[in-house]
């Protein structure tokens, strides 16, 4: 017992004990990576500031360091105070990840909105909101939540309608031209030369959305696998990548199919309540109709008992 105590001891104690191979197997790995300069690589990393480095990246962006920016936190008391209102419990989870992912999105450096987001914006807000039982504050949510971000919701429905009117009467193939074009007129070619322009141009899930309301526009059988297929064209045509634009596509179908589902089935609790209410009525009214029909009676006899007693 105390061979086997002693034991356990021993190795719980060398577990934490440095040993002259690990120092010695560290120091390879360390020089290999660092060569002779390690102590001066060291001083560089300790030295770090935000925003001065040498790449492209720090170069380019850098000027924003130390920038201001509104927490998600602060963004999501942002939107409540402009809602003024509960939000429907059904409804809250998805509303807070809604207004958190789109602040998130917004405040980085990277983002440039364009038409395609603002559609994908436009229509994944409506669809989730297409149930609201309060249109008038399901209207409003969506309004408050572009305002949180900044942003002006006529402004942002403006580039998203126009964008639907220009695609209106063209083929899938025709976007796809459009997309791969590196000059013209067309406002996708704008978007896409601008995306190839940029190595740090952002992909954000709204762009994807925008891109399967597109699909939809121009005819693309909407299915799952169709538009995934025809999205990553698209991105293709853009010299970007593709799984996570496919992903997008691919979760917007799942979560329509969800709420589908969840509609026909509000539809048929609705149906059901409107049936039971239907048969409560028929029946109160066959109550009343038997209630006068009773009443009817006694008057009937209550009349003919008095002429009876009148004619003795």
Known sequence: MKLALTTSLIAYASAFSTSSFGVSRNSMQLNALFGDNLEAELERELDYKPGVANGDLAKRFGHLSGVEVKTVGEAFSDFTERLGCTLNALYKNTVTDMVGSTHLTVVDARFKRDPLWSLGLIAAMEFILKNYPERDVAAKIVTCMIESVGMNEAEVRAEADSIIAYVDGKSAEDITAELSASEGTSPLTGIATTAKDDQFWMYSRFFGIGLVQISEAVGVDQN????????????????????????????????????????????????????????????????????????????????????????A
Do not use: C, H, Y
């Not at 995934?228 to 997008?248: C, H, I, L, N, R």
């Not at 691919?250 to 709420?259: A, M, N, V």
């Not at 009343?288 to 009443?295: T, Y």
């Open 224 to 311: 799952q696998d169709t538009v995934g297929q025809q999205v990553e064209k698209w991105m293709t045509a853009m010299d970007k990548p593709t799984f996570t634009a496919m992903s997008d596509s691919d979760q917007w179908f799942r979560i329509k199919g969800k709420l589908d589902m969840m509609e026909t089935l509000m539809k048929e609790i609705e149906i059901r309540e409107k049936k039971r209410m239907a048969d409560r009525l028929e029946e109160k009214a066959e109550l009343a109709l038997a209630q006068a029909e009773r009443e009817k009676e006694f008057e009937a006899l209550k009349n003919e008992e008095s002429e009876n007693l009148q004619s």
